[in-house]
Each structure stands twice: as C-alpha cells, then as structure tokens.
Nanobody, 114 residues
Framework: QVQLTESGGGLVQAGGSLRLSCAASGIIFNMYAMGWYRQAPGKQRELVADISSGGRTNYADSVKGRFIISRDNAKNVVYLQMNSLKPEDSAVYYC????????WGQGIQVTVSS
C-alpha cells in the first residue's frame, strides 16, 4: 500500500520559514519524481516545485528564490524548505509521487499571517 505522509505545516508569520516533509512508503522511491503542490480556497491546485529521480528541480515562478525542494533517497523523504513566506503562500500543500502512476498525500495546511 502506497502512503505519502506530509508533516511540518502550521501557522507562521510573514517573513518566516517552514520545512515540509513528505515520507513515502510502498513505492520504489528513487524511481519517482516527487513534487509539492498547493491549493488555496477557491483556487485550482498548482505546482509549487518538483524534483526528478535524478535530482533536477523545477519551481513555480512565485516561489523561485524562496523555496527549495530536496530529496533523501536513503530515507524516502522529500522536503520543501519555505523561506520568506508571504500570506499568499497560505494553502493546503500536497506531496505527489509520479512515475508509473501518480500518488498523492492527504495534504497539510500552511497558514502565513500578515
């Protein structure tokens, strides 16, 4: 059974930092591209950042220079370091694993207060 479990969300003031983690089980982790997506109320889910199985990264323009995605294949974990957070970063953040098929985590709330 595949499980993606997000952690590290919460409430932070604007300008602060959070690190999200997504622990994966039930997949051959190093074969999967991993990504972080977010969905704010009334908006579509959007890509925040992703990282290929080989470590190549890609970021949404809105987070470039502030967020860093990384992965630890030994621990089956993908991280999202979020710095200089803004109120518009508030959303439910989802972890996604993609290869032969896509898997999604349940999501975790990030709230940035102004």
């Amino acid at each position: 059974q595949v499980q993606l479990t997000e952690s590290g969300g919460g409430l932070v003031q604007a300008g602060g930092s959070l690190r999200l983690s997504c622990a994966a089980s039930g997949i051959i982790f190093n074969m999967y591209a991993m990504g972080w997506y977010r969905q704010a109320p009334g908006k579509q889910r959007e890509l925040v950042a992703d990282i290929s199985s080989g470590g190549r990264t890609n970021y949404a323009d809105s987070v470039k220079g502030r967020f860093i995605i990384s992965r630890d294949n030994a621990k089956n974990v993908v991280y999202l370091q979020m710095n200089s957070l803004k109120p518009e970063d508030s959303a439910v953040y989802y972890c996604k694993a993609g290869w032969s098929r896509n898997y999604w985590g349940q999501g975790i709330q990030v709230t940035v207060s102004s």
